[in-house]
């Protein structure tokens, strides 16, 4: 099963053998502008003669995603990128512009904080018409009662009407109920984040049960380890739009990636650094061979050739100088042309090149950028900066940004529980 | 069938929220009309010496009270229906539910409420020796129904159209008075001057004040074709109620 976005799959078929339980094609979603009661009243007339909205403002654009049974997908994204918006279609709560959402068995939805729950009635009414919502009948819900009560865990609240539970109260009975219900596929928004460390393990524990028993899930979560340790798939959302789709390790790593160098703050563009008419400036910086924005995606241990061009204003030859930052602008690694003796390579009257060569990369797993600057022929001034992003795939439980020579001596063999623990994992 | 035992289940919870925290309880629901029928009685009999005209007429006051009974029951069914889908906003934002349920149970347990109320009000006129002629009852009932589904078209016309223009709720009570005092609730039809009574059949609720009194207290005849013709009115209402609510309904949430 491949987590990679799949265009043009029989997937009617899959559907009808129950293998897909949710599936969305060209999913978008806009919400109408209505700004004053006039354009109110224009909305009821353009739904009733059937013409749809006049303006509006999309929050969600031609999404793919299939979500096969067994399997668990995580959500990620910015604050309104629209990973509530896509639940909510895939709940059905929210019907799409355009595009269409199929959906099949039983979906247990947790989408808010005391979704449904009316705060006058005790907790065991509330169960109670929260299991009707569930299309539960009232002999179904006697029988899962105790069960719900006893996951919950509430003590003597839950005869007290909701409006006196804690928000942590709340989402373990919200918890409890879709918990009992046993749904085909478990829609959650982040909700567990509410809950205590107690309450989150046992979630947790429970989301992972569920998942070995063949259940599948669709989890938004900010939180990476949640995401890491529950889903085997993700998807970044960007502003409505998939950004990635597939391996878990590999969209949160570009993701986290993404994050740091947002926060890290973006380097001044390319055409400002050529309008100041330095002495030396970069013309551009291919790694292993292309020159694109996107970070460039190796496996760990593996092989980059970063190369460089400069322009040199009076044709004298620059010290070109490469280095390897962690995302955040840790520096990692830096080694000039001067440093090793080497002179860059003269490609026409004013433009140098360098290229350098980092095999069996010892960076541990996780997202860096690769830095060249030019400086003068006496390796004094530094003039200008070009960085990529550089994403080392993998997976490690190693500290730190290098993988270092090392040899245990005086030690076992590693114990059975870390084999186990490596055995889940893979 | 889910839908219909969720229903069920708002319907109970309508009703248990009205009296949920009130003092009386289920107790309010008979006694609000049994104190709206003696302030009218008591204005129209006394002050205002309202007669119902007609040799074998009935007396006012139970003349009144099987015309202002359905009318309340209608009246407060819409008027509970039109909010009801800004009212569980909260719910229908997070939770995928059939949204006719929403508009269904305010009716229902509108209708409910007071269907109970007529009945016990037309056992007390029986006892206070008001010749009203029980056998009619079970019909009367029917007439119930039948007027539940008129209020039901209404009530999903209405509700769909409140999500988007909000003048509807407050408008309401006013047009409800207007309709009230243009149905034959407080007077007859033959009070009316000889021009105007024809106006009435173009009210769809002059035949269901005309129809109770007419099987409970022998006030009128009700010919079977103008029996059908409201049937009939009533079910088209429904139909083009729940077909613009059906429309209007996915877009709900983009308006709340």
């Known amino acids: 099963m491949t987590g990679q976005q799949s265009s043009g799959m029989p997937s009617d078929s899959m559907l009808s053998k129950g293998l897909l339980l949710a599936q969305t094609r060209a999913l978008s979603k806009s919400w109408p502008l209505v700004f004053r009661s006039r354009d109110r009243l224009r909305a009821l007339w353009h739904l009733l003669s059937g013409r749809g909205h006049a303006a509006t403002t999309t929050v969600l654009e031609g999404v793919d995603l299939q979500v096969r049974r067994g399997e668990s997908l995580g959500l990620i994204g910015e604050n309104g990128a629209g990973k509530s918006t896509l639940l909510k279609l895939l709940t059905g709560v929210l019907t799409p512009s355009t ?6 068995g039983r979906v247990g939805a947790l989408l808010e904080l005391g979704a449904g729950f009316h705060p006058e ?6 169960i109670a018409l929260a299991a009707a919502l569930y299309g539960l009948s009232a002999d179904e819900v006697r029988a899962k009662l105790p069960e719900i009560i006893a996951f919950a865990d509430i003590g003597n609240y839950i005869d007290e009407p909701v409006k006196h539970y804690s928000s942590g109260m709340i989402v373990r009975l919200g918890f409890a109920i879709v918990a009992a219900l046993h749904p085909d596929l478990l829609i959650t928004d982040e909700v567990l984040a509410v809950g205590d460390e107690a309450f989150q393990k046992k979630c947790v524990r429970w989301i992972e049960d569920y998942l070995a028993g063949g259940g599948t899930l669709i989890l938004v979560s900010h939180s990476m380890y949640h995401v890491q340790k529950l889903c085997r798939h993700a998807c970044w959302l960007k502003h ?3 950004q990635a789709y597939g391996d878990v390790f590999e969209v949160t790593q570009a993701y986290l990636a993404y994050q740091e160098r947002k926060s890290a703050g973006e380097p001044a563009t390319r055409e400002s650094m050529a309008a100041q008419g330095l002495e030396f400036h970069l013309l551009d910086l291919t790694l292993n061979g292309e020159s694109s ?3 460039l995606m190796v496996p760990s241990g593996g092989e980059v050739r970063a190369r460089a061009r400069v322009q040199s204003r009076d044709g004298r030859a620059p010290v070109i100088v490469f280095g390897i930052v962690r995302a955040d602008g840790t520096p990692v690694y830096g080694v000039s042309t001067e440093m090793d003796g080497v002179q860059p390579r003269r490609e026409s009257e004013n433009v140098f ?7 069996g990369l010892a960076l541990l797993p996780g997202s860096y950028a690769i830095k060249v600057h030019p400086l003068d022929p006496e390796g004094v001034r530094l003039f200008d900066t070009l960085e990529r992003g550089l994403v080392v795939r993998g997976e490690s439980r190693e500290f730190g940004l290098v993988r270092l ?14 084999e186990a623990r490596r055995s889940l994992l893979s | 069938m889910p839908a219909l035992q969720l229903a069920l289940h708002f319907i109970r919870r309508d009703i248990r929220n009205r009296y949920l925290g009130s003092f009386s309880g289920g107790a309010w629901s008979l006694l609000q009309p049994l104190i709206q029928l003696a302030v009218y009685g008591f204005v129209f009999v006394y002050v205002f010496k309202a007669k119902v005209p007609g040799a074998d007429a009935p007396g006012y006051v139970p003349f009144l009270a099987l015309g202002l009974w359905p009318w309340v029951a209608f009246a407060e069914g819409l008027t509970r229906a039109t909010t009801a889908i800004p009212d569980n906003a909260a719910l229908i934002g997070k939770i995928a539910l059939p949204r006719e349920v929403l508009v269904f149970a305010a009716v229902a347990s509108s209708f409910l409420i007071h269907a109970v109320g007529f009945c016990a009000i037309v056992l007390a006129l029986c006892l206070f020796g008001v010749p009203v002629d029980l056998l009619g009852l079970p019909l009367a009932l029917c007439g119930f129904v039948q007027l539940f589904i008129l209020a039901l078209g209404f009530a999903f ?9 909000r003048d509807l709720a407050p408008a309401l009570p006013q ?12 007077y007859a039809r033959e009070s009316l001057p000889e021009r105007y009574q024809g106006w009435l059949d173009f009210n769809p609720f002059t035949h269901y004040a005309e129809f109770f009194r007419a099987v409970l207290l022998h006030a009128g005849e009700i010919s079977v074709t103008t029996q059908t013709l409201a049937l009939l009115v009533a079910s088209l209402v429904l139909m083009l109620g729940f077909a613009t609510f059906r429309r209007l309904a996915p877009h709900f949430e983009d308006f709340l």
């Open chain 1, 405 to 418: 020579q090392h040899e245990w001596t005086g030690c076992t063999q590693p114990p059975a529980a870390v």
């Open chain 2, 157 to 165: 016309l209405f509700a769909s159209v409140q999500v988007f223009v």
């Open chain 1, 240 to 242: 409505g739009k998939v």
């Open chain 1, 121 to 126: 009635y005790s907790g065991r009414d509330n």
């Open chain 1, 99 to 104: 595009g269409t959402v199929q959906v099949h």
């Open chain 1, 293 to 295: 924005d996107v970070p």
């Open chain 2, 175 to 186: 047009l409800l008075m207007l309709w009230m005092f243009a149905s034959p609730v407080f």
């Open chain 1, 353 to 359: 090149s360098a290229e350098i060569t980092f095999a």
